[in-house]
């Protein structure tokens, strides 16, 4: 069982306000990553960090900023939070063994309505 | 980039069947995962292949790493209520980053 936790697990908030989304995993695992999904649909990266100080943008274009300042924290924040950006928000950490034997483990999500 | 395509899209079947889906690549794999995730939760692991041909079980789940690199098969024996949820396949190729299918939504019915 993975040790990964979100806070909060709901948030609804107005548009224009500032909201941090909170991540953190007490696996030592050096990579995190920030997961987008609509409602039964299909999961899109949207930050990485392979260790601390190293964040990439993923696939999908996304307002949002992460940083990564310890190992076990990746907080994903909205400066401005608009009604597009309602959504599921995954957290999702592995170990950094390197090459294809790399399994990612996932919080509960944090799902974000945006009025 | 990479696609996968995952099918059936929804299953709706009675307590006790077999379910079968499966996941396809325009590129080669050399990892398939597969999860289950259930309605406002994230998605749990319930197979790790990382071998061409690998034929792994986990309770009454099978899932198998096509032996072209290119697909991959879940199957699900005697499906119970529990079983409910969306299941997702994820690979990874050349790139560090997985790929998501779209889902395969399971209803079970008592």
């Known amino acids: 069982e993975a040790d990964i936790y979100q806070t909060p697990r709901y948030l609804v908030i107005g548009t224009g306000k500032k909201i941090t989304l909170e991540c953190s995993q007490t696996?030592?695992?050096?990579?995190m990553y920030w997961y987008q999904q609509d409602p039964g649909m299909e999961l899109h990266l949207i930050h990485y960090s392979y260790g601390v100080n190293s964040t990439e943008k993923g696939d999908l274009s996304s307002e949002s900023t992460v940083s990564r300042i310890r190992t076990e924290h990746f907080p994903l924040t909205l400066e401005s939070a608009r009604p597009s950006h309602t959504s599921q928000y995954l957290c999702?950490?592995?170990?950094?063994?390197?090459?294809?034997?790399?399994?990612?483990?996932f919080g509960p999500g944090t799902r974000l309505l945006v009025l | 980039g990479q696609q996968l395509n995952q099918s059936p899209q929804s299953m709706f079947i009675q307590e006790g069947e077999d379910v079968s889906m499966n996941c396809t690549s325009s590129?080669?794999?050399?990892?398939w995962l597969w999860y289950k995730q259930d309605p406002g939760e994230g998605p749990v692991l319930l197979i790790a292949l990382y071998k061409a041909g690998e034929l792994t079980s986990n309770g009454r789940l099978t899932a198998q790493f096509g032996i072209t690199r290119k697909d991959s098969f879940l199957n699900i024996s005697a499906s119970i209520p529990s079983d409910v949820g969306i299941y997702f396949c994820a690979g990874r190729g050349g790139s560090e980053k997985l790929v998501f299918g779209k889902g395969t939504k399971l209803t079970v019915n008592p």
């Open positions: 696996m030592g695992h050096d990579k």
């Open positions: 999702a950490s592995s170990k950094g063994v390197g090459g294809t034997r790399e399994t990612q483990y």
């Open positions: 590129s080669i794999f050399n990892t």
